[in-house]
């Protein structure tokens, strides 16, 4: 896995994330950051392309996403704290924001 980054997709859909994050072994002592969230969202939207939102979540700390327009769409956001949540719609009902 690389140190510190930009992905940049390989000519498809998938908007490039800036790791703000260094990217190390994930341990007990270490804490989930932005760079394995990322690294985790840019993985999810190559397997799964007609899912929107995964946006990089170092633009979310106005909590301004762009607009959902795909049916399912999700994104994990930072409380702030010391958690991260995710949001979704249309997985379960279609009309319904599901917080988790």
């Not at 930009?6 to 804490?31: A, G, H, Q, W, Y």
């Not at 950051?33 to 840019?42: D, H, K, L, M, T």
């Amino acid at each position: 896995m690389p140190k510190s980054s930009t992905c940049s997709p390989k000519r498809s859909r998938v908007r490039p994330m800036l790791f703000l994050d260094k990217i190390e072994p994930l341990t007990k002592t270490n804490k989930l950051c932005s760079g394995y969230v990322n690294r985790a969202q840019e993985i999810l939207k190559q397997q799964h392309p007609m899912i929107g939102g995964l946006n990089c979540v170092t633009i979310g700390g106005t909590l301004e996403y762009p607009k959902a327009t795909e049916d399912k769409w999700m994104q994990v956001i930072h409380d702030g704290r010391d958690h991260w949540v995710l949001v979704a719609k249309g997985f379960v009902q279609p009309e319904h924001v599901k917080v988790v």
